[in-house]
């Protein structure tokens, strides 16, 4: 069975050729796949994991897509369910000089608000090791349902919980809304990511540190705030450590967040649990990730660039020669 199962949206991305002014005044667009945990699921696919999709896509040629890309990247996607008469979500998305990915999208009524959690799904989550979700999941009925009953039973079934929240503001019916529902699911999470922006929206301005203290005393093991560029800040057993991001030549960060969380999730998986994993380990486990993240943003689309461990492991590397220091990743 699966080790990694991502639970969410599924998705195409129709991204707007160049970088327009705005959406509106895009002409050309390329088809991608997306829908952050399908992302995530897609990168822990090609990183070698052992993982499964749960979402769902309509009983359309864009539903077909969906499924037949994830499967070729080794996403096991038995469990990705055909809805009737609810079509596969569309998301346009346009870059802006940054390489920086806008979105706008329609969330009400597409198919991945319509995946049920049947006993199938139960009896997979009961063999897995990781439940990875994001906060899209919890926002519409009868999804939000479904997710608390898939999110409960894992965290029954002792499964290591993972969420990403991924906020995307305008499908929430308020700020407060989005705040109130995400919050309420932090308590779930021993692996949590947040992007900056999204920490401070939670947060109101509050010290990192003490907030990921909470957090830890909640249950939380491993907390990480990524900043782009940047680089990521991660609080594990008690302190906060700053990793650098990788310098390259970036032409989409679409689903950078995705492949990072991935990176995460495949080092981890590989330990008994969460607790056994030194802070130097965590050091290393961290820095893969941002690896992975960096290597995904070097074509468009979102699965696009995704490497494989062999390919992160061999720019880890690399980068290591440039220092001059010695190598301390193995395949």
């Not at 990183?47 to 896509?57: P, R």
Request: charged fraction near 25%.
């Amino acid at each position: 069975m699966s080790k990694i199962l991502c639970f969410g949206e599924i998705l195409v991305d129709l991204t707007a050729r160049g970088t327009p002014p705005s959406l509106g005044e895009a002409r050309v667009f390329e088809k991608f796949s997306g829908g952050a945990p399908a992302n995530t699921a897609s990168a822990l696919g090609r990183l070698g994991s052992e993982v499964a999709m749960l979402g769902a896509v309509g009983k359309d040629p864009f539903g077909d897509f969906l499924k037949k890309e994830l499967g070729a990247l080794g996403v096991t996607v038995d469990f990705v369910q055909r809805v009737k008469d609810k079509p596969t979500a569309v998301v346009f998305v346009a870059l802006d000089p940054h390489k920086v990915p806008h979105f706008h999208s329609f969330g009400q009524g597409v198919a991945y608000n319509y995946f049920r959690v049947d006993r199938k799904v139960l009896g997979l989550i009961a063999q897995s090791k990781i439940f990875h979700f994001s906060s899209i999941s919890l926002i519409e009925a009868p999804y939000r349902e479904e997710a608390w009953k898939a999110l409960t039973a894992a965290r029954k079934a002792g499964l290591w919980i993972s969420f990403d929240p991924n906020i995307r503001l305008h499908l929430f019916k308020t700020d407060r809304h989005a705040k109130k529902i995400i919050l309420e699911a932090l308590p779930y999470a021993h692996i949590l990511k947040l992007g900056e922006e999204e920490f401070h929206f939670l947060f109101d301005g509050q010290k990192p540190e003490k907030v990921c203290e909470r957090l830890e005393r909640s249950g939380a093991k491993l907390i990480l705030i990524t900043r782009g560029e940047k680089g990521a800040r991660f609080f594990f057993k008690g302190g906060m450590e700053r990793v650098d991001a990788f310098a390259v030549k970036a032409v989409d960060t679409t689903g950078a967040g995705d492949a990072y969380m991935a990176g995460i999730l495949n080092r981890v998986a590989e330990f008994e649990s969460l607790e056994n994993i030194s802070r130097e380990e965590m050091r290393e486990l961290v820095r893969f990730a941002s690896a992975v993240a960096a290597l995904s943003t070097t074509k468009r689309g979102a699965v696009s660039a995704l490497p494989t461990a062999r390919q992160v492991l061999n720019f880890l590397n690399a980068q290591d020669r440039k220092k001059g220091g010695k190598t301390s990743c193995r395949g």
